[in-house]
């Protein structure tokens, strides 16, 4: 595999803009037009309330999913230490960042390899789709889930990111099939992410069609990669380019709804602008299995281990407050009329 020197540095660039630069997107998640109903007699207790569920057989303790962000430098893996610890602690899935760079360098590998400090958790390996375009196939979606013993493996799709950098790569044509081909021979179930834009009626349809296990929506409202590639970009012609998709994408709220409609059986995991356990119940109520948080998670992660878990603590005692408060004893029971939209007449 020819090794490509940039993504290394990218990496780096990565980490830094989004822990000191303003990165949001100008769209709105959604979320705030949502409220749940509140049941001044719930008829259940708030420490019997079940957030456990099994997910690719294997038991995710909380809905919160520690969502890819990094790998492949040394401040990469001292970050993603701390979040596999906290995850352990916590009962929280966690994905990792892309793993190409320990693909093309597999010197990087350790910066990803985290089951040792988190032997329990549901872990999720991370490669871009886009790769299957670019000479990846099966053999090397299999030697990321096999670097950190996966039980599942992220593809993630970022168009939009890949066409306002410079040295992005653009020939999705023709990538379906070739996902559909890893879908069918993995050993471990595929995740199709995206990266903050949402996926359509349309996307949902033909990835579950094609053999996706889960789609994460991860919609407009959070983090835009678009903003990211703005704080990189080398000249003036570059900024104003990335700049003007910062109003781009399917809010997350709406690429739930897409997915749900488009394909009732798949998984649901989403992310895209969460900042609190209620975003995150919403979004269970809503028909996702998991609400992922990326941004606030890498703050706490470059903080301590302590800031982390509590944070993951915090969220997880809200999601379960939530639950109570509707007279929810679990998940499940959380997605039956629990929630109302702010306009008349729409029950969920």
């Known amino acids: 595999m020819p090794d490509n020197p940039l993504t290394t540095s990218r990496k780096t660039d990565h980490i830094r803009i989004n822990l000191e630069e303003n990165v949001r997107s100008g769209l709105s998640t959604g979320l705030e037009r949502y409220r749940f109903v509140h049941q001044a007699l719930p008829e259940v207790n708030l420490d019997e309330v079940n957030l456990s569920q099994s997910i690719f057989g294997k038991a995710a303790r909380i809905p919160i999913l520690i969502s890819s962000m990094t790998g ?19 009962g929280a899935p966690m994905g990792v960042g892309s793993q190409r760079a320990a693909i093309e360098k597999p010197e990087l590998a350790d910066t990803f390899r985290v089951r040792r400090f988190a032997p329990h958790i549901l872990l999720f390996a991370n490669l871009g789709a886009i790769q299957l375009n670019y000479h990846y196939g099966v053999e090397e979606c299999q030697r990321a889930v096999d670097m950190i013993e996966a039980d599942a493996l992220i593809l993630h799709f970022n168009a939009l990111q890949e066409a306002v950098q410079p040295e992005g790569e653009t020939a999705f044509g023709g990538l379906l099939q070739k996902v559909e081909t890893v879908c069918r021979k993995l050993s471990a179930p595929v995740i199709a992410k995206e990266v903050g834009w949402g996926f359509s009626l349309e996307d949902a349809r033909r990835l579950a069609d094609a053999g996706a296990a889960a789609i994460d929506v991860a919609g407009a409202g959070g983090t835009s990669w678009s903003q990211v590639e703005m704080h990189r970009a080398k000249t003036e012609s570059q900024r104003r380019l990335a700049a003007a998709f910062v109003d781009w994408g399917i809010p997350t709220t709406e690429a739930i709804q897409n997915v749900r409609r ?3 059986e798949i998984l649901i995991f989403a992310s895209g602008g969460l900042r609190s356990g209620v975003d995150v119940a919403k ?66």
Not at 300 to 312: F, I, K, P, R
């Open 72 to 90: 492949g430098t040394p401040e990469a893996a001292a970050l993603n230490r701390v979040l596999a610890e906290a995850a352990e602690q916590t």
């Open 262 to 264: 488009a394909a009732p």
């Open 283 to 348: 979004c269970l109520a809503l028909g996702a299995s998991l609400g992922g948080l990326a941004g606030p998670l890498l703050q706490t992660a470059a903080q301590s281990l302590e800031a982390t878990v509590q944070l993951l603590n915090d969220l997880r005692r809200e999601v379960q407050i939530c639950l109570f408060a509707t007279g929810a004893p679990d998940i499940a029971a959380l997605r039956n009329g629990k929630l109302i939209a702010n306009m008349p007449g729409n029950l969920l």
